[in-house]
């Protein structure tokens, strides 16, 4: 399974693959966009910044899945959807989506890194997820959110504390709930298929 997974790997960029990849990634974009776009106008706590932010666990799923693909559609997907569609001006939009970036980005890392099983088999795999998919990326989504907010204009320092609270906590039972529970029932069945880019 290693190997065909490196096989895969090693064309993602090049050849008949990159098309089928390059679909993938903008139907990716589209279901975070829209996602995005739905949790941030439903559950608004400041412009751009929802209390029930569901899509995020399925972006970090698509990160462990597709592997890069899923974590640059993650920062399209947040980019377009709770930012631009949802009133931020489309230069504040492109650095502060990096928070979803880093929401996926640190997960992604740490399963490439320790080899954790995104089907969360052990408890190895479980404690992996739960330090990089739940606490620490979300952590770093929450920090980055909140004070690129301020700087860009669209909140005031003093409600830092608020929009941090209300990010981590919100983005962090999603993931926690929510993830694990599509990671150990269809990432089997997704293993079996050649999009797959996990471990």
């Not at 301020?150 to 993830?179: H, K, L, R, S, Y």
Request: glycine residues 10%; aromatic residues 18%; contains cysteine.
């Amino acid at each position: 399974m290693k190997h065909e997974t490196s096989d895969r790997h090693s064309g993602i960029f090049i050849g008949p693959h990159f098309i089928i990849y390059l679909a993938l990634f903008f139907l990716l974009v589209c279901i975070n966009s829209l996602g995005a776009k739905y949790f941030v106008f439903s559950y608004p706590i400041v412009p751009g910044v929802s209390a029930f932010y569901l899509i995020v666990a399925f972006m970090v799923v698509f990160a462990l899945w597709f592997g890069i693909w899923g974590v640059l559609a993650a920062y399209a997907g947040c980019v377009i959807g709770a930012g631009v569609l949802s009133g931020l001006p489309a230069d504040v939009s492109l650095y502060w989506s990096l928070a979803d970036l880093w929401q996926v980005l640190i997960p992604f890392l740490a399963f490439r890194f320790f080899h954790a099983d995104p089907v969360l088999k052990s408890w190895r795999d479980r404690t992996i997820f739960f330090i990089s998919g739940v606490v620490l990326n979300n952590i770093a989504g929450a920090l980055w959110g909140s004070y690129t907010l301020v700087f860009g204009g669209f909140a005031e320092a003093d409600q830092v504390t608020m929009i941090m609270t209300g990010w981590f906590f919100g983005n962090a039972v999603v993931c926690g709930v929510i993830a694990p529970i599509i990671l150990m029932y269809v990432t089997p069945w997704m293993k079996n298929h050649e999009l797959y880019m996990g471990e």
